[in-house]
């Protein structure tokens, strides 16, 4: 196979979120490539157990920030910009707000969801976008109900969409810098959670966990999950200077269940 140069090693990384699922898989993939890398999420000792695995691999560091607190946001960029000695991508992940609709959600879940899913994102490509010089990145997760709501999460379905909107401001505000700005909408990709729900699903109703899993992939095109690295593998090439031309997009990584056209 021919191995192509993505242009990453020796980038400086930061990944938010990334003690698990998406966000790990992406600082893993950053590693193999050679870049260095910082590490976070919230609860410090999934973020030390991520950080042994990593360390593995090559240069990683972690910092502890809670992403529903906009001053630990602000933290992590400055920190993670002055330990790695400079700041060339920014992946922003976060953590899954409470599933519930709008009948069963409380006002303060929606102000803890603004925290979590729409701040954090705000002060994250702020701050980065200031200590970025050209060629910088910013990578935004998001979900694939920014283009099609799923029922029972309507923190992820209403409050989400507002990054859509981030990532063409700040694409048009930070390109003229050279600093490009863009989004991945995964759909159902196994992570740790998702494989504890499905497992939790499948002994609730005494069924066998493929099955529940075929059950949930059924509008699925590729009738199957994504693995984390086939997101991360997105991350990275949007990363790359394959992607020196692309900026404000969204890409679906949801194996086509997605069923707009445009
Ligand atoms: N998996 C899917 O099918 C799928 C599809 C579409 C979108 N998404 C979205 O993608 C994101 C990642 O999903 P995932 O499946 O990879 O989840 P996951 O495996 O549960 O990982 C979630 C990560 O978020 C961190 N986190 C949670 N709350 C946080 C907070 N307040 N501050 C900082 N970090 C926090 C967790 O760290 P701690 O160790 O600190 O808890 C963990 O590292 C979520 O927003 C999810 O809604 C997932």
């Given amino acids: 196979m021919v191995k192509i140069d993505l242009g990453i090693k020796g980038k400086k990384v930061i990944v938010t979120a990334a003690s698990k699922g998406i966000g790990f898989a992406t600082a893993k993939r950053f590693l193999e490539e050679g870049a260095k890398v910082i590490i976070s ?17 090559g240069e990683v560091y972690y910092i502890v920030t809670d992403l529903t607190r906009p001053n630990e946001v602000e933290n992590l960029i400055k920190n993670g910009y002055n330990i790695l000695g400079g700041l060339d991508v920014l992946v922003y992940v976060t953590g899954s707000p409470k599933p519930g609709n709008i009948f069963e959600l409380s006002n303060d879940d929606w102000i803890n969801a603004f925290y979590l899913l729409l701040m954090s994102a705000v002060v994250a490509v702020r701050e980065a976008g200031k200590l970025m010089r050209e060629n910088g990145r910013i990578i935004l997760s998001t979900s694939m109900t920014l283009k099609e709501p799923i029922s029972n999460l309507d923190l992820s379905n209403v409050v989400r969409l507002s990054l859509a909107g981030l990532i063409k401001v700040a694409s048009k505000e930070l390109g003229e810098r050279g600093i490009l700005v863009n989004g991945i909408m995964p759909g159902w990709t196994l992570t740790d959670r998702v494989d504890q729900l499905v497992k939790d699903r499948a002994r609730r109703e005494n069924r066998k966990e493929e099955e529940v899993i075929r059950e949930i992939v059924k509008e699925v095109p590729l009738k199957r999950m994504a693995k984390p690295e086939e997101v991360a593998n997105v991350i990275l090439f949007l990363a790359s200077d394959l992607a020196s031309y692309v900026n404000g997009v969204l890409i679906p990584v949801d194996g086509g269940l997605i069923k707009a056209t445009l």
Wanted: glycine share 0%; charged share 45%; hydrophobic share 25%.
């Fill in 41 to 57: 999420s919230h609860d410090e000792n999934n973020l030390k157990k991520a950080y042994e695995k990593l360390k593995e691999i």
